[in-house]
């Protein structure tokens, strides 16, 4: 950007929009919530892909475990890892 051209601009007016001005008449978000999917995989996945090398380099323990014990897991404080695929649409795995 040039900054020198910009500077000549004085006088310009800006409106700044607030963050309401995106609700529709009934003051709902019109914007769809994210939708995650659920994908099956093998317990190889988890190494193979590198999701399981990059969070046990912060620090995290990483377990593979089947979907019916996703939620007693989820009581009892672990989380579900989502990732992002390559076109940047979040994904949650679990063990077939």
């Not at 006088?11 to 769809?32: R, S, T, Y």
Request: aromatic letters at 10%; charged letters at 25%.
């Amino acid at each position: 950007m040039n900054l020198n051209k910009l500077r000549g601009n004085v006088g310009w007016l800006f409106k700044l929009q607030p963050p309401a001005i995106h609700l529709d008449p009934l003051g709902v978000n019109p914007l769809p919530p994210v939708e995650i999917e659920h994908v099956p995989v093998s317990f190889e996945f988890l190494r193979t892909s590198g999701i399981q090398q990059k969070l046990e380099a912060a620090g995290f323990e990483v377990n593979g475990v089947v979907e019916l014990r996703l939620a007693e897991l989820e009581m009892q404080g672990w989380e579900r890892v989502v990732e992002n695929d390559k076109y940047g649409k979040p994904r949650s795995y679990y063990l077939t």
